[in-house]
């Protein structure tokens, strides 16, 4: 079963299940070797708010803290308005924290850079431009010569499983192959760490099944740090090794789940076997329990 840690600042957290399982196991695969490779993805004590001209500003985030280190898998999970989104753009350096920092190996993250790679909810694919002249982009952008970046970018092109597809257009795609584009595209660079701001939203049931089990994969291929936001507490359960449950405004973690399911997977090769199984509907129920209780406490649904 999972292990809970509870943040000392809630309530909650002291009555969530203190049952745990302990053999969780390390992911496998390769190291990375890219920018920033086997560093550390900090946030210290971090506080965002928002100026606003007239009424009051608006507390987004207050004193959060997580580390992610190389192979670790964190999911986000929260009401609707609890930060998410604003932490993921702390950690890509998008913007800047009103108090507190960001550091990637130690170093401050002052903005946006090939570390760190992004993989947004909209694919944000340039529709003018092929499969493989997407995924070279920002390595051209970046300088690096025509047959090196077609051959780095080939290389991740066939690891999200799109090999015979590098010279269609985008709009010849279906949704779930183009998120493997943009995952691709995130990778290309070999950043140290994947940030992916619910990047299977928008897709169907069965494809969003199949791109779980394909980020799963990759995850464990590249040993990538992975920060990850959704709004489906089956998939957060399914595919972290790190789950943080967030408050609503002000943003702030809650709770912490030291989780192995996807381990199980990777032995098994069955999600819904894993998905199926007793204690993950145990957690499952306890995390909506939670999230629930913040959306009525926040007055975000009726009942």
Not at 47 to 65: C, I, N, Q
Not at 130 to 142: D, H, P, R
Request: hydrophobic share 40%; proline share 5%; charged share 25%.
């Amino acid at each position: 079963m999972a292990q809970v840690k509870g943040r000392p600042a809630s309530k909650k957290a002291k009555s969530a299940s203190t049952k745990s399982r302990k053999n969780s196991r390390p992911a496998k695969g390769g190291k990375a070797t890219g920018n920033g490779s086997g560093k550390e993805l900090r946030a210290e004590a971090v506080t965002v708010v928002y100026p606003v001209k007239e009424g009051d500003d608006v507390h987004a985030l207050e004193k959060v803290s997580l580390s992610i280190s190389p192979g670790d898998f964190v999911v986000a999970l929260g009401a609707s308005g609890c930060g998410k989104t604003t932490f993921l753009n702390l950690l890509a350096g998008f913007i800047k924290p009103t108090e507190g920092n960001v550091t990637l190996g130690g170093k401050p993250v002052l903005g946006p850079g090939a570390d760190r790679g992004v993989v947004f909810q909209k694919h944000a694919l340039l529709p003018w431009l092929k499969v493989l002249q997407n995924v070279t982009f920002g390595l051209k952008m970046q300088g690096i010569p025509q047959d090196k970046r077609r051959d780095m970018a080939r290389k991740y092109i066939d690891l999200v499983g799109l090999k015979d597809f590098e010279q269609k257009n985008i709009y010849e795609l279906s949704g779930g192959m183009q998120q493997r584009v943009g995952l691709a595209r995130a990778l290309t660079s070999d950043p140290a760490a994947l940030l992916m701001d619910e990047p299977l939203g928008a897709l169907d049931a069965l494809t969003r099944d199949n791109m779980q089990e394909l980020i799963l994969d990759v995850w464990r291929e590249t040993h990538k740090a992975i920060f990850f936001i959704t709004h489906s507490v089956e998939e957060a359960l399914f595919m972290a090794t790190k789950l943080i449950v967030m408050s609503p405004r002000p943003g702030r973690i809650t709770h912490e789940y030291e989780l192995d399911f996807c381990h199980r997977f990777f032995e098994c090769r069955d999600a819904r076997k894993v998905k199926s199984m007793p204690d993950f509907i145990e957690m499952r129920e306890e995390i909506i329990t939670i999230i629930r209780g913040d959306e009525l406490e926040g007055g975000n649904i009726h009942v």
